[in-house]
């Protein structure tokens, strides 16, 4: 049974961080592409970033440019998000999400992911 359980949400104020983790199990982590959703309130889901196996190759949306980094550990079967100079306007459910593939593209269309985490939230206060 393949879970992915995100962490590291919380409360922050405008200018903070926030790192979040993702913990997959069930699968073979690192023939997996990853990435990273949220949903804003009354929004929908968009990609935020994306990694592709072996880390080759990263995806990043143009709101999160130079201040979100993801990354992956494929001896821990875990992929981050880290989430520095953080506005209001990244308030939202973050979702992380699994491929699988094999080779070393970055996939930013959600429906193209299998898998995918509960969420966790993060806010960010001005």
């Known amino acids: 049974q393949v879970q992915l359980v995100e962490s590291g949400g919380g409360l922050v104020q405008a200018g903070g961080s926030l790192r979040l983790s993702c913990a997959a199990s069930?699968?073979?982590?690192?023939?997996?592409?990853m990435g990273w959703f949220r949903q804003p309130p009354g929004k929908e889901r968009d990609v935020v970033a994306t990694i592709s196996r072996g880390s080759l190759n990263t995806y990043y949306a143009d709101s999160v440019k130079d201040r979100f980094t993801i990354s992956r550990d494929n001896a821990k079967n875990t992929v981050y998000l880290q989430m520095n100079s953080l506005k209001p306007e990244d308030t939202a459910v973050y979702y992380c999400a699994a491929t699988p593939t094999s080779g070393w593209t970055v996939y930013t269309n959600p429906n193209r992911y299998t898998y995918w985490g509960q969420g966790t939230q993060a806010t960010v206060s001005s």
């Open positions: 069930g699968l073979t982590f690192s023939s997996y592409a």
